[in-house]
Nanobody
């Protein structure tokens, strides 16, 4: 059974940092792309970042580029999202998602990933 479990969400002041983690199980981690998405109240889900576990390439949405960093530990089947310089508009439920087997170089976010976690709340106060 595929499982994705997010952790690390919290309440933080603007300008602060958080590190989200996604623990994956039930599939061959090296063959998948892992993405982070977020959804704020009343807004559509937004792709934030992704990483291709087979070649390590990453992608970031313009809204987080330069502030967020995605990384993968294939030995531990975890993907982390380091979020710095947080802004109130980063407030959302953050979801980890996986799709694969991933056979193309790099990764992208503009489609519905196959497997999803339950989400973790990030709240940034002004």
């Amino acid at each position: 059974e595929v499982q994705l479990v997010e952790s690390g969400g919290a309440l933080v002041q603007a300008g602060g940092s958080l590190r989200l983690s996604c623990a994956a199980s039930g599939f061959t981690f090296d063959d998948y792309a892992i993405g982070w998405f977020r959804q704020a109240p009343g807004k559509e889900r937004e792709g934030v970042s992704c990483i291709s576990s087979n070649d390590g390439r990453t992608y970031y949405a313009d809204s987080v580029k330069g502030r967020f960093t995605i990384s993968s530990d294939n030995a531990k089947n975890t993907v982390s999202l380091q979020m710095n310089s947080l802004k109130p508009e980063d407030t959302a439920v953050y979801y980890c998602a996986a799709d694969g087997p991933w056979v193309v170089p790099g990764c992208y976010l503009g489609f519905d990933y196959e497997y999803w976690g339950q989400g973790t709340q990030v709240t940034v106060s002004s």
